[in-house]
């Protein structure tokens, strides 16, 4: 991956052990609001690791990881198959990317850091020929009706595809296309709306029906999906400046 700049900001792969310890003790603030030990799993070791920093001070702001997959026949190989039965997307025929643990260090609020993270995800796309984007998109917090007006939102304007449409696989589950019945008021759910799965939307992406209950990260998730191909050509040209 090229080094990408923007503002105070920069962006690198993890390339030696204590990047990666680094990008999970990040990880460990952002989920779980304890800043002792570091947050883990099987999976890290499959994925490239991205560190977004702060130029001046070297500091970590922002990081995520990726795990390429050939084909949709490599699905269950991805962190999402846990929690999802993604048997559609077996069908798939190009190259995915599977988006996972995507945090900004809680004390940092300047949108060039998300904007840097869309960049370097573009220039992997670019690079890898990857022609799907997907992850899970997480709510803090487990009440599902914190946000009912953004559920309701996704549920009558971001739906999957039936022919990629996740069902349910997890014990823990809040169907919100069956169990929410009135239009959503759309200034709280925007306002309800995770940044990084706004960004999904905005593009074109799509979520599943439910929303996964996962206690152990305190947070509600959505499966989100990206098609390459139906990225608005002005927002894709728009990406494609910041990855350089």
Same mark, same amino acid.
């Given at each position: ?15 030696? %052990?204590?990047? #990666? ?7 460990? /603030?952002?989920? /779980? ?11 890290? @070791?499959?994925?490239?690791? #991205? *560190? ?8 970590? #702001? ?26 559609? +997307? ?8 599977? =988006? ?5 260090? %809680? ?6 850091? *998300? ?5 370097? &995800? ?20 487990? !009440? ?9 939102? +996704? /549920? ?9 449409? %996740? /069902? =349910?696989? @997890? %014990? !823990? ?27 999904? +939307?905005? &593009? ?8 996964? =209950?996962?206690?152990? *990260?305190?947070?509600?998730? #959505?499966?989100?999906? +990206?098609? =390459? ?9 728009? *990406? ?5």
């Amino acid at each position: 991956m090229v080094s990408l700049h923007k503002g105070r900001y920069a962006v690198r792969l993890a390339d030696r %052990p204590e990047d #990666v310890e680094a990008a999970q003790r990040l990880r460990q /603030r952002a989920f /779980r609001r304890d800043n002792t030990g570091v947050e883990a799993d099987g999976f890290d @070791a499959d994925c490239q690791h #991205v *560190l977004i920093e702060d130029v001046a001070s070297g500091e970590l #702001v922002s990081c995520f990881r990726l795990l390429r997959l050939d084909t949709g026949a490599e699905i269950e190989k991805s962190y999402s198959a846990q929690f999802y039965d993604l048997s559609g +997307l077996k069908q798939f025929p190009a190259p995915m990317a599977e =988006i996972g643990r995507f945090c900004i260090d %809680p004390s940092r609020q300047d949108p060039d850091i *998300l904007r840097l993270a869309w960049g370097a &995800m573009t220039a992997f796309v670019d690079r890898e020929r990857v022609e799907m984007l997907f992850g899970c998109s997480s709510f803090q917090g487990t !009440n599902a009706e914190d946000y009912a007006d953004a559920f309701a939102l +996704l /549920r009558d304007r971001h739906l999957a595809p039936k022919r990629w449409l %996740p /069902r =349910i696989k @997890a %014990p !823990n589950v809040f169907q919100f296309s069956q169990r929410l019945r009135y239009k959503p008021n759309l200034k709280r759910a925007q306002s309800k709306m995770p940044p990084l799965l706004r960004t999904y +939307l905005f &593009m074109g992406g799509w979520v599943s029906d439910h929303a996964v =209950i996962d206690r152990d *990260l305190n947070t509600l998730h #959505v499966f989100t999906g +990206l098609e =390459i191909g139906a990225v608005p050509a002005a927002r894709a040209q728009s *990406l494609r400046s910041v990855a350089g």
